[in-house]
């Protein structure tokens, strides 16, 4: 299912209004939105928690390592060729405000269309199977990276922008955008190491 779902471009905007969430009640669980992006491959996927984690709703203790370990869940599967990704309940029923949700979602419109003028479909090896495992293997990292550096207010953000920027360039079929992505990832992994380092 995820090779095939990947194969459809779509836009940031698109993603992001995909994101939205409709409906009367005050609360949206974590994983009704995960099954909105389910049909739609492995990058709309992990774009949901990486999103999540980097507006202000990440600033919410407890956010980052939810987000984390399901980046980390969600990836891990996509190395396992797994075609319906599992996630445990106590993470799917987590509720989060759907106000703060879309408005955080409408603020950042404005500026997608202007970064969708940038996105295309190019370098399309980063679809074969390699890459794409270098890109699952790197956002698993990732995911467990930002449940330690949750205690560090804001380095949480610098695994999250690169998984996020991975799941973009993976959505749109952009393959520079994912390499960008890979690269970020990389140096949070030299800063985060450092940091953790100085903890201990």
Not at 89 to 118: A, C, E, W
Not at 171 to 196: N, Y
């Amino acid at each position: 299912m995820f090779t095939q779902a990947a194969q459809r471009s779509m836009t940031l905007y698109e993603l992001l209004g995909r994101m939205q969430s409709s409906g009367r009640e005050e609360k949206v669980a974590f994983g009704e939105l995960l099954t909105l992006m389910e049909k739609r491959g492995f990058g709309p996927m992990l774009a949901v928690p990486a999103f999540i984690c980097s507006t202000p709703i990440g600033a919410i203790p407890g956010i980052p390592t939810v987000t984390g370990i399901t980046i980390f869940l969600i990836s891990l599967q996509v190395l396992l060729a797994k075609g319906h990704p599992w996630l445990p309940s106590v993470i799917k029923d987590i509720h989060m405000s759907r106000d703060s949700l879309n408005t955080g979602i409408q603020k950042v419109k404005p500026y997608v269309v202007y970064v969708d003028k940038f996105l295309m479909p190019r370098w399309f090896f980063m679809r074969q199977m390699l890459f794409r495992s270098l890109i699952a293997l790197c956002c698993a990292c990732c995911g467990l990276m930002m449940v330690p550096l949750e205690l560090v207010p804001f380095l949480g953000l610098i695994p999250a922008f690169s998984v996020l920027i991975m799941a973009v360039g993976m959505a749109t079929d952009d393959g520079a955008i994912a390499l960008l992505g890979l690269s970020l990832a990389i140096t949070g992994f030299v800063m985060g190491g450092q940091q953790l380092l100085s903890l201990t």
